[in-house]
Every structure is written in structure tokens, then in C-alpha cells.
């Protein structure tokens, strides 16, 4: 459906395609923060992904800028502390990641299925 050009800012409107999509399929979401931290109440420590960093606090409250990880070498349970950090700080920025910006699409699809989506 396309903006009444009669409106002076019709340019600036919203516009939708007719576009139909299929119902989304049922998944399985099993958390990986609750994985990870499983296993620190069990006593495994606390983010060993973080071992060898320099973090730095953005605010009191939320975000942390984390210097020192490659994140394409993070295994399943790093992956796992990666996401439990997140939930605790809500937002984290990584420095230095240009291997991770230099992987293609199938890649980053596999490697962000591990926080989320997985089909039955």
C-alpha cells in the first residue's frame, strides 16, 4: 500500500508491501544464561570467558566495554557466559572483533542460534 501522495510528507510515511508469510514454526529456547549459570552456582566459577580482559564499566547500572576476547573462538560454555554477562549487564561492546566482522552469513546464522531459535 503505497503513501497518499496528496500528503505534503507522504515521502516520509511508513509503506508495506502486501506481503504474506507462513506461520512461524514451533522451536525449542532453552536459555544459555541459565546454562551458564547452572554451573556457577555449582561452583565452576564466574565467567571464565572473561579471564585475561580488561572490562570496563560503562555506567554503574548497565554496560560493560570488554577489551581482550575473540569472540570467534568462544566455545559452547563461553558462549553460554557470554549471554549470562549480557543478561546481567544488558549491554556489552567488544573492541578488536575484525575476525568476527570478517565471517559470512551461514556463519553468524550458526553462531547466533546458540542464543536462541532452534528448530524441532
Known sequence: MSPDPSYRYSAFLPAFDDVKFEPPTPFIH??????????????????????GTQITTITPAIGDEVIGVDLTSLDSS????????????????????????GKDAEWFKNWGNHFGRREI
Do not use: I, M, N, T
Open 30 to 51: 532453552v536459555d544459555p544464561a541459565a546454562r551458564a549459570l547452572q554451573l556457577e552456582h555449582g561452583g565452576e566459577g564466574q565467567l571464565k570467558y572473561l579471564s
Open 78 to 101: 563461553a558462549r553460554d557466559q557470554l549471554a549470562l554477562h549480557a543478561a546481567r549487564r544488558g549491554v556489552l561492546v567488544f573492541r578488536g572483533q575484525e575476525a568476527f566482522l
